[in-house]
Antibody, heavy 117, light 113 residues
Framework: EVQLVESGGGLVQPGESLRLSCAASGFIFTDYWMTWVRQAPGKGLEWVANIKEDGTMKKYVDSVNGRFTISRDNAKNSLYLQMNSLRAEDTAVYYC??????????WGQGTLVTVSS | DIVLTQSPDSLAVSLGERATINCKSSQSIIYSSNNKNNLGWYQQKPGQPPKLLIYWASTRESGVPDRFSGSGSGTDFTLTISSLQAEDVAVYYCQQCHSTPYTFGQGTKLEIK
């Protein structure tokens, strides 16, 4: 059974950092790109970043480029999102998703990040 | 960036009736490697992650009931639920995976009339 479990969310102050993790199981992790998608409270979905199977290619939405870093550890079947210089507008539930070229077939339950003073 | 505009923002349909949601793209999203439209549809119920319903604009994901169908090409796409069931109450999103950032539409909230 495919499982994606996010962790690492919490309450931080503006300007602080946070590292999200996504533990993958039930599939061959190295066969898939992976993606982070976020959803602000009561709002729609926003694509954040994705990473190639071997970690050599990464793409970001402009609003996080230079502040967030997506990475993966294929030995640990884990995906990460290092978030620096956090802003109030980064407050959201962050989902990791298994990625095909046409979309995302499995999603985690999400982890909530709240940026507030 | 490619902008996806969904219409309507909300929709109320009677049980057993047809529901239609539209998604218009600001540019063509034909995927060069296979000449298919790289548009997907997701369903999100409260407190749950999104669920992939349709990809390549018209291919139903495994396990998705056949009352859900997708159509369209170029810049105009449609999600149709042929006979609305109570469990279909949700927010529906379209998404393009043609070019990054892989944008989503703003969502359409579907309710029972």
């Amino acid at each position: 059974e495919v499982q994606l479990v996010e962790s690492g969310g919490g309450l931080v102050q503006p300007g602080e950092s946070l590292r999200l993790s996504c533990a993958a199981s039930g599939f061959i992790f190295t066969d898939y790109w992976m993606t982070w998608v976020r959803q602000a409270p009561g709002k729609g979905l926003e694509w954040v970043a994705n990473i190639k199977e071997d970690g050599t290619m990464k793409k970001y939405v402009d609003s996080v480029n230079g502040r967030f870093t997506i990475s993966r550890d294929n030995a640990k079947n884990s995906l990460y999102l290092q978030m620096n210089s956090l802003r109030a507008e980064d407050t959201a539930v962050y989902y990791c998703a298994r990625t095909y070229e046409y979309g995302y077939d499995y999603w985690g339950q999400g982890t909530l990040v709240t940026v507030s003073s | 960036d490619i902008v996806l505009t969904q219409s309507p923002d909300s929709l109320a349909v009677s049980l057993g009736e047809r529901a239609t949601i539209n998604c218009k793209s600001s540019q063509s999203i034909i995927y060069s490697s296979n000449n298919k439209n790289n548009l997907g549809w997701y369903q999100q119920k409260p407190g749950q992650p999104p669920k992939l319903l349709i990809y390549w604009a018209s291919t139903r994901e495994s396990g998705v009931p056949d009352r859900f169908s997708g159509s369209g090409s170029g810049t105009d796409f449609t999600l149709t639920i042929s006979s609305l069931q109570a469990e279909d109450v949700a927010v529906y999103y379209c998404q393009q995976c043609h070019s990054t950032p892989y944008t989503f539409g703003q969502g359409t909230k579907l309710e029972i009339k």
